[in-house]
């Protein structure tokens, strides 16, 4: 009895042993990326391509000596499924006195349907609105623009 017993344990010990040493019981649980981070990730890429196909590194000089200094946020909503990218910008331009004036200009562009959903103008020295539309409506405050725009880029 006690040699079967010891047979036994032998057995299931060089079993353990073998399925250890091979594998069998070391399985790896490999997580996949879920479709959501996948989604995110891929708005990142295509923010990252697009601001730098019509913005390049972020500074754009004219010969006139203007420049424009652009900068971007992108959020993929995943409640409505799309990738949107927010560009901020200032515009330094010269006005008739030859005084530097700063026009910050907000942009809000759909990136699935490739699709302009509004944009906001406005001096920043007087914070006088030149334009403002999203969702093709007009707006008269900034903050009008920002209340809108806010559920796109949030969640």
Known sequence: MKRKLF????????TVSFMFIVGCN???????????????EQCV??????????????IINA???ERLISKYTNHYNKKLNKCYI???????????????ENIRIKTLFGLNENKEYGSLI???NTNELINCRIL????NLEREWDLVV??????
């Open 86 to 100: 927010l560009i901020t910008s200032t515009q330094f331009i010269r006005n008739k006195e030859n005084k530097i």
């Open 26 to 40: 070391n399985h790896k649980i490999i997580k996949e990326p879920s479709s959501l981070s996948g989604l995110q």
């Open 63 to 65: 010969e006139n000596g």
């Open 7 to 14: 047979s036994s344990i032998l057995i299931i010990f060089f």
């Open 136 to 139: 093709e409506k007009y707006c």
């Open 122 to 124: 406005k001096y920043e």
């Open 45 to 58: 890429n295509r923010s990252k391509e697009y601001f730098k196909k019509e913005y390049g590194n972020g």
């Open 150 to 155: 806010k559920p796109y880029m949030e969640e």
